[in-house]
């Protein structure tokens, strides 16, 4: 029996780019929810926070296929009036608000916030945590964001952990038994990246060795990680 067999799971899948699929799972429900209420939003802004890599871009990136968002990044912030960032799209999003506070474009940030809330749009940003916890100067900008809504992500638990890895292993077209999935389970590091990361190395690993992906594999690559997984 292959890992997929065996380990169901009840989540919904959101389609995110190319081949991707967004896993909506306990951890991100009510970020999903708040998203999809868009764009009857309490309020101009929505801030998305949680851990890092806890999938706070993957669904920046679903909402901007769902709604033709566009991305503002830290240079477009310092250089581009905010009604070009903007252009006729009907929302925009600042990812990792903490540093672009720490980059000093609190202004630029008030000055799309405005243009946004006076043409009826919306923006979505993403940080680490919640806005009562930015190290802004702005009185202005202060008072707007922590006015915003704003919805936390968990960490992901161990279900979404394996379903992440058991949709990564076959969109690799990879066959995985079940007692692999559970050797790897406890020794990997709980975040999306760390996931990813580790598919990808034991990919190259199996390829490279012309071997299937075995727990005997598996600890080889485990141990080649930073920090080394207790195998």
Request: aromatic content about 6%; overall charge negative.
């Amino acid at each position: 029996m292959n890992a997929e067999r065996q380990f169901s799971f009840d989540f919904d899948h959101r389609p995110a780019l190319a081949r991707d699929d967004f896993l909506v799972a306990p951890n991100n429900a009510d970020a999903v929810a708040w998203l999809d209420r868009h764009p009857h939003w309490p309020a101009p802004a929505l801030v998305v926070h949680g851990p890092a890599a806890c999938g706070k871009t993957h669904l920046a990136q679903v909402f901007k296929a769902a709604t033709g968002a566009r991305t503002v990044t830290p240079e477009g912030l310092a250089d581009t009036p905010p009604q070009v960032l903007l252009g006729t799209t009907p929302a925009c999003v600042v990812e990792d608000v903490e540093d672009v506070i720490a980059e000093g474009l609190e202004e630029a940030l008030l000055h799309l916030y405005n243009v946004v809330a006076e043409t009826g749009r919306h923006l979505l940003l993403t940080a680490r945590s919640p806005a009562s916890r930015w190290p802004m100067t702005l009185p202005d900008l202060a008072s707007r964001l922590k006015a915003a809504g704003s919805v936390a992500i968990g960490p992901p638990d161990d279900s979404l952990i394996v379903a992440v890895m058991v949709k990564l292993f076959a969109d690799r077209q990879l066959r995985v038994d079940d007692d692999v999935v559970a050797f790897i389970l406890p020794r990997l590091e709980r975040t999306f990246a760390a996931v990813n990361r580790f598919v990808a190395d034991l990919d190259r690993a199996a390829m490279a060795q012309r071997r299937k992906i075995t727990i005997p594999l598996a600890r080889q690559v485990l141990a080649r990680l930073d920090p080394p997984a207790d195998a």
